[in-house]
C-alpha cells in the first residue's frame, strides 16, 4: 500500500512531492485536520500540519496528540515564521520555515516519510508481538483444556472449535486414523465436520485411505501440511485433488484450505485437521460464491505455525483420550467378567449386580437434580458416578469366596440331607412291609388259616398306623424345611421325633434324626443357620480384600469403600462391623437402599417371593423409621420413582400387583 500525504486544499505540491515519480505516494487534500479516528493504522501517513489545518483545530490540542499516534505530523510555516508554535513542537516530526528552499523541503520531506515508515513498523510490531502473545497465551489455555477432556467425541469437537476459532476458518473437519488388526494404519475417518455458514449439515462417517489421491490422506500418508489459495485452482501436477460433491450438493464454495496431520508424541500420525476458508471477518456467512471470493483469505505461514503447535497437543490429547477408551474398555471387560462369575454361582441372582449399580447411580443422578435436607445442593461428578456404579457391580464379588452349597442354598436343610432323611424313611417304609410279610407268614406257619381273618384284620391296622406315622413324620421334616417362620409346635415335634430311633442295615441303632439334621430344621426364620449366615456375611469383607488390591485410579479410589459397607446400618445393626451412620458415606447409603430394593422385588427365588413395589417401598420406609436406612435419601428415591430405572428396562422383571 503506497504511502498517504495529507495536505490542505489549495496547498501546492508538485507532481512527485518525493522528488521521484508521481506514483510513489498518493496525496490526499482535505479542508481540515483530518480526525484521528479516519487515519489508517496500516499506512504510512504524513500530515502537513499548515496554518489552514491548525486553524481548523481550534486550539484542540487533543486531536493533534492523538493523530501523532498514527501518523507523521510536519509543521509547515507561513512566510516569516522561522520555528513552530511552542506547545506543539514536540507533537512535530519536523518542520520547514516559511520561504525555505525547496531542497531543503524535499529532505525534510524525505525524513518525515521515513519516520512514517518508522511508526507504521513500531505498531505492526506491536500488533505482531500482541497477536503472538495472545496465539501463545490461547495455545496455553487450549492445551490445559485438552489435557483434561477425557471424552474422545468433546474433545474432537473442542479441538476443531479452537482452531477454526483462532484462524476464523468458517469449517473443518477432523479425520482419525484407524489401524488393521496388526496396528497398522488403514484408513482415514471423518469424526467431526462443522461449518459456521450451514450450521445444521449432519455428519456422515466415511473412511479415505491413507495416500495421495485426497487431501487428507496426502496430508497423512506424507506428514506434510497442505497450504492451498484455492482448492478449485490446484496445479496439474499434483495428484490429491480436491472431491467438489460437498459443495456441489449444498451450494457451498470451498476456497481456501489448511490441512495438517497431526502427530504424537511418537511421531506417529493419529489424525488430520483440515480448515476451510478463512475469513477476514468471523461472522460473515458464506451465503454466495461473490462473498466467498470477497471475504476469504488464504492461510499464511504463521497460521501454519499455530496450528501446527495446536495440532501437535491435540494429537497427543487423542491419543491419551484413545488410550484412557482401551483402559475403560479392558476394565468394563474385566468387571463383566467379574459380574459373570459372581452370577454363575448363583443364577437365582441373575442381574442383581447391574440393577443395583443402575438404581444408585440413578439416585445420584436425581439427588444432583435436587436432594433432600443435608442433600440439597450436593453434585456428582461423571467421574464420582462412575466409581458409584463399578462399587454397584462389584459390591457382591465376595461371593465369590464362598461356599458354593451355601451360596445356592435353598431350604434349612441341604439337598443331600433331605434325600438320605427320605431314603431312610423309604427304608423304614420297606421295614414295615416286611414285618406285616413276616408277621403274618409265621402265623401262618405256625397256626394255619385257623384265626387268621382276625390276626390279618390286626396286622393290617397296625401296617397302616405305622405308615401313616412315617408319613406324617416326613411331612412335618418337609414343612419344616421351608425357609420360613417355624412354628413352636413344630419344632416341639422336630425335637420328639428325633428322640425316636431306628435300627441301620448293620443292626446300629440311630436317632430318626441326627443332630445336624435337627439343628437345621430348627432354625428359626430363613433357611441359614447361624455359621451359614456368617459365612453369607463375610461376603462383605471378601469384597473389600479383593477391591483392595486391584490399583484404582485417582478417580476410582472410593469403589473398596463405597461397596464394603453396602450392609452396615445407620443405627450401628448392619454388618460386618456394625458402623454407625458417621462412618458410612452417602454413596454406600444410596446403594443399600438400591441393593435392599432390589432384593425384594426382584423375580421369585426358591426361598423367597417378590414382593410388590409399594410393598418394597413400605419395608424402606419401616426400616428408615428404625433407624437403619437413610429418610432423605430414601425420600429422594420414592419421589423421583427412582426405582422406575430398572422396572422400564428391557429384559428385567418385576412384579406389580
Request: net charge negative; charged share 25%; hydrophobic share 40%.
Amino acid at each position: 500500500m503506497k504511502p498517504l500525504l495529507i495536505v490542505s486544499i489549495g496547498r501546492a505540491i508538485g507532481n512527485a512531492p518525493l522528488g521521484r515519480r508521481g506514483d510513489d505516494i498518493e496525496v490526499r487534500r482535505v479542508p481540515a485536520f483530518p480526525a484521528p479516528g479516519t487515519l489508517d493504522s496500516e499506512r504510512a501517513t504524513l500530515i502537513l500540519l499548515d496554518q489552514q489545518m491548525l486553524q481548523s483545530l481550534g486550539g484542540d490540542h487533543t486531536r493533534l496528540a492523538e493523530a501523532a499516534k498514527v501518523a507523521a505530523i510536519m509543521g509547515v510555516g507561513e512566510p516569516g515564521e522561522e520555528e513552530p508554535p511552542h506547545a506543539l513542537a514536540h507533537h512535530m516530526v519536523s518542520y520547514v520555515p516559511g520561504g525555505a528552499p525547496p531542497a531543503l523541503f524535499l529532505t525534510l520531506l524525505r525524513g518525515a516519510f521515513r519516520h512514517a515508515t518508522a511508526l507504521l513498523g513500531e505498531r505492526t510490531a506491536k500488533v505482531c508481538e500482541r497477536q503472538r502473545h495472545h496465539e501463545l497465551t490461547e495455545l496455553s489455555r487450549i492445551g490445559v483444556a485438552l489435557s483434561t477432556e477425557r471424552n474422545l467425541l468433546t474433545l474432537l469437537e473442542m479441538i476443531l472449535s479452537q482452531a477454526r476459532r483462532i484462524t476464523n476458518s468458517d469449517a473443518g473437519s477432523l479425520y482419525l486414523v484407524e489401524r488393521d488388526e496388526q496396528d497398522m494404519p488403514k484408513s482415514l475417518r471423518i469424526k467431526i465436520a462443522q461449518n459456521f455458514s450451514l450450521p445444521n449439515l449432519p455428519l456422515v462417517e466415511f473412511s479415505v485411505p491413507i495416500d495421495s489421491t485426497s487431501l487428507s490422506g496426502y496430508a497423512a500418508a506424507t506428514g506434510e501440511a497442505l497450504m492451498i489459495a484455492d482448492v478449485y485452482l490446484l496445479p496439474e501436477d499434483v495428484s490429491y485433488k480436491q472431491n467438489r460433491s460437498f459443495d456441489e450438493k449444498f451450494g457451498y464454495r470451498t476456497k481456501s484450505m489448511l490441512v495438517i496431520p497431526m502427530r504424537s508424541h511418537r511421531d506417529e500420525v493419529v489424525g488430520v485437521l483440515q480448515l476451510v476458508n478463512r475469513k477476514r471477518a468471523p461472522d460473515v456467512v458464506l451465503s454466495s460464491p461473490e462473498i466467498t471470493d470477497r471475504e476469504v483469505a488464504s492461510f499464511d505461514q504463521t497460521t501454519v505455525e499455530i496450528i501446527g503447535a495446536l495440532a501437535s497437543q491435540a494429537a497427543v490429547s487423542i491419543e491419551n483420550s484413545l488410550l484412557y477408551e482401551d483402559i475403560e474398555k479392558l476394565f468394563e471387560g474385566f468387571v463383566t467378567a467379574a459380574v459373570t462369575a459372581i452370577e454363575s454361582r448363583d443364577p437365582t441372582t441373575f442381574g442383581h449386580s447391574g440393577r443395583v449399580a443402575k438404581l444408585s447411580v440413578g439416585l445420584a443422578q436425581a439427588i444432583d437434580r435436587g436432594g433432600e435436607g443435608p442433600y440439597r445442593g450436593m453434585r456428582f461428578s461423571r467421574e464420582q458416578l462412575k466409581e458409584l456404579r463399578y462399587a454397584g457391580l462389584l459390591h457382591d464379588f465376595g461371593k465369590v469366596g464362598v461356599r458354593e452349597q451355601v451360596l445356592v442354598k435353598q431350604k434349612k436343610l441341604y439337598p443331600y440331607d433331605l434325600e438320605s432323611i427320605k431314603h431312610r424313611f423309604a427304608y423304614l417304609k420297606q421295614n414295615v412291609e416286611l414285618h406285616f410279610e413276616r408277621t403274618r407268614s409265621n402265623f401262618l406257619q405256625q397256626h394255619g388259616r385257623e384265626k387268621y381273618a382276625e390276626i390279618e384284620f390286626e396286622l393290617e391296622r397296625q401296617r397302616g398306623e405305622r405308615r401313616e406315622e412315617l408319613e406324617h413324620f416326613m411331612s412335618t421334616i418337609i414343612a419344616a424345611n421351608e425357609p420360613t417362620i417355624l412354628a413352636e409346635a413344630s419344632s416341639q415335634e422336630l425335637k420328639l421325633l428325633a428322640q425316636q430311633t431306628w435300627v441301620d442295615l448293620d443292626g446300629a441303632e440311630r436317632p430318626l434324626l441326627s443332630p445336624d439334621e435337627l439343628r437345621f430344621l430348627q432354625i428359626p426364620r430363613g433357611n441359614l443357620d447361624d455359621r451359614e449366615r456368617r459365612e453369607i456375611e463375610s461376603h462383605v469383607s471378601h469384597t473389600f480384600r479383593f477391591l483392595q488390591q486391584i490399583p484404582w485410579t485417582r478417580d476410582l479410589r472410593g469403589v473398596p469403600d463405597i461397596a464394603f459397607g453396602h450392609h452396615e446400618k445407620l443405627n450401628g445393626r448392619g454388618y460386618p462391623r456394625a458402623v454407625q451412620a458417621a462412618a458410612i458415606p452417602v454413596q454406600t447409603r444410596m446403594m443399600t437402599i438400591s441393593d435392599i430394593y432390589d432384593a425384594l422385588t426382584a423375580s421369585d427365588r426358591p426361598y423367597k417371593r417378590a414382593v410388590t413395589t409399594e410393598r418394597a417401598l413400605d419395608i424402606l420406609h419401616m426400616e428408615a423409621k428404625e433407624g437403619m436406612l437413610d429418610q432423605d435419601l430414601l425420600k429422594v428415591f420414592v419421589d423421583s420413582k427412582v426405582y422406575d430405572i430398572v422396572s422400564r428396562s428391557s429384559g428385567e422383571h418385576r412384579v406389580f400387583r
